[in-house]
């Protein structure tokens, strides 16, 4: 049996599917708890900018989980 570990979370993945129960982004497995709250604190900074450029938008992924796993996980913004 395959597992695999979140780098934010640190959550044991049982039978790992890419893009389906975990995802590769930034050289970092996420599982899909932290791939969603990724996308709900990167969403409200990705429309304020404009126009949209993907260099900048993968700096700023990085920039996030790199900081989550450092705090164990994302600070979601109310």
């Known amino acids: ?7 934010v979370c640190k ?6 599917v890419a893009n389906r129960n975990y995802f590769h982004l930034a050289h970092r497995d996420l ?3 932290c791939k969603d709250q990724l996308d ?3 969403k409200p900074v990705i ?3 404009q126009p949209f ?3 900048w ?4 992924m990085q ?3 790199e900081k989550a796993i450092i705090k164990g996980g994302f600070e979601s913004k109310k």
Do not use: A, G, W
Not at 2 to 7: G, S, W, Y
Not at 57 to 60: A, I, V
């Open 1 to 7: 049996m395959k597992t695999l570990t979140c780098d």
């Open 11 to 16: 959550h044991t993945i049982q039978q790992p």
């Open 31 to 33: 599982c899909e708890y």
């Open 40 to 42: 709900s604190v990167l």
């Open 47 to 49: 429309r304020t900018k």
């Open 53 to 55: 450029d993907y260099d």
């Open 57 to 60: 938008y993968n700096r700023l």
């Open 63 to 65: 920039d996030f989980i």
